[in-house]
């Protein structure tokens, strides 16, 4: 196949054009794996930019080799009977991971370059005919149902359903399933999302992104044993940690006043971390005399300590964390530019807005018309039509996240949040990536970014028991229901995280606290 490059070392590129499964090809198991290939797909004129990516990935031993396919390549050879584009694309992923040839994937393009899946929502208003579409890469993770087959999104077809994928109801609709269309939800890889329309964006996260891991590793050095990294003293926050001030970080929890109460899961969160992490990990909660405030001028004295990953529960908006971290905040701690940048992590709204969000902003629906959305005054009198995949120049929306992983310096290293309202269930999704880098760091000595988030979501629907939802008079239980299809990994999902080796047991489980 034309466009398809494995990359057997850091200097090899060889061709590969690797046949289809057969029709009763062995289904790949769903249980977790070891290393596998690492797949990064991007526009052909982005191929030289990522070059020096795909000859470093290739020498890191998290994954089992790395691919690069165009996205030409994929799209144009697509047999006719795949419904569009994301469909081809994901089709093409399962492939690939039904040969056990992927486990985690790069997808190199914004939602101007890489087609979009757009879940829907039955949500309640009447200008946009109780209809609404959000962007879900968990689409293009989520590759198989139960017993291995494709998982579509698209399992009610009748009427203008079968336009609308991943369709979650009980907002406005109080009949039938909240999972309209039994989406699977348990994703078989780890998917993340380089925000970039070019390619000298793209150059400029693939030097970030090596001098990441090159200066991580220098300054952590090997992975030891269970006190490795710790810097030891007396804890700066209320959760007992090793971080000790002046030294290196690992990480901190901030846990900000106004939005629902969390600070005995932030600790708890802080407490698990803090074992797990290299460096230690700190909590921040709010109206709290032991602790810091998790304001700005915390954020600012955590910013000067280097962590490498920083985690947010609180109001959010496109612009930043409420009361504690923004561009401005950034820019403001004058940080060297030798310091590694962070990997972000909010439960707040609307952080990570990533690409349109019809009918509400303007779109481009599947046929090329233009809307200007309701909240431009359009209103539709019958299902809007679905927006089309690509979301090109002005119906692109964005965030503080991507332009943080977008800079050539400094910023952010990867980002997950929200891309667009979320609620407090998304807490779950938190401590869910917490629990798995505390799985991780005892099973392997080369846990992934992805890894981590890809188990988050598969987490999250034990913990908030997403099969035995139903409607009720409340428009909460479908937020709980597609929490997980909200969020977003903008950043390398092979990214190896910075956890301790440890051969410790785990701990018994405690219970976790479902308030809201």
Known sequence: MPGLAFVAGASALALSCAAPPAANAAVAPRQDQGPRPHLVIAPERFREALAPYLAWRAGTPQNDGVVFASLESILGDAPPSDRDSPERLKRFLFDRWRRGALGTCLLVGDGDTIPVRFMTLDRSDAAAANWAFYPSDLYYADLAEADGEFESWNGRRDDFHDRYFGEVHGESNKSGPINADACDLDPEIAVGRWPVSNADDAAAIVRKTIEWEQSTGARFGARGGADAGHAGGEPTATNGGSAAPDTPLGGAIFAVGGWVDVRSRARAISTTLDRALVGGCLAFVHDDDASPAPDVETMKRS??????????????????????????????????????????????????????????????????????????????????????????????????????????????????????????????????????????????????????????????????????????????????????????????????????????????????????
């Open 303 to 516: 910013l000067a300590r280097a962590p490498l990953l920083l985690l947010h529960s609180g109001h959010g908006q496109p612009w930043g964390w409420e009361h504690c971290l923004s561009e401005a905040v950034i820019d403001g701690a004058n940080l060297p530019e030798s310091l590694p940048p962070p990997i972000l992590f909010s439960a707040g709204c609307s952080t990570a807005e990533w690409s349109a969000l019809p009918p509400y902003t303007a779109y481009l629906d599947e046929s090329g018309a233009e809307h200007r959305g309701t909240t431009a005054g359009e209103r539709f009198e019958s299902p809007p039509p679905p927006p089309g995949p690509i979301q090109p120049g002005s119906f692109d929306r964005s965030s503080f996240s991507e332009r943080l992983v977008r800079r050539p310096r400094g910023g952010a290293i990867a980002v997950i949040g929200c891309s667009t309202g979320s609620q407090p269930c998304a807490i779950s999704l938190l401590e869910g990536f917490v629990d798995a880098c505390d799985e991780l760091s005892r099973e392997t000595a080369t846990p992934t970014l992805g890894e981590a988030w890809r188990r988050a979501v598969r987490d999250y629907r034990r913990r908030e028991r997403l099969d035995s939802l139903v409607p009720t008079e409340s428009w909460y239980p479908p937020s709980i229901f597609f929490q997980g299809m909200k969020f977003v990994l903008l950043g390398d999902p092979s990214l190896r995280l910075p956890l301790q080796r440890r051969a410790d047991p785990a701990p018994p489980a405690a219970p976790r606290s479902l308030e809201r």
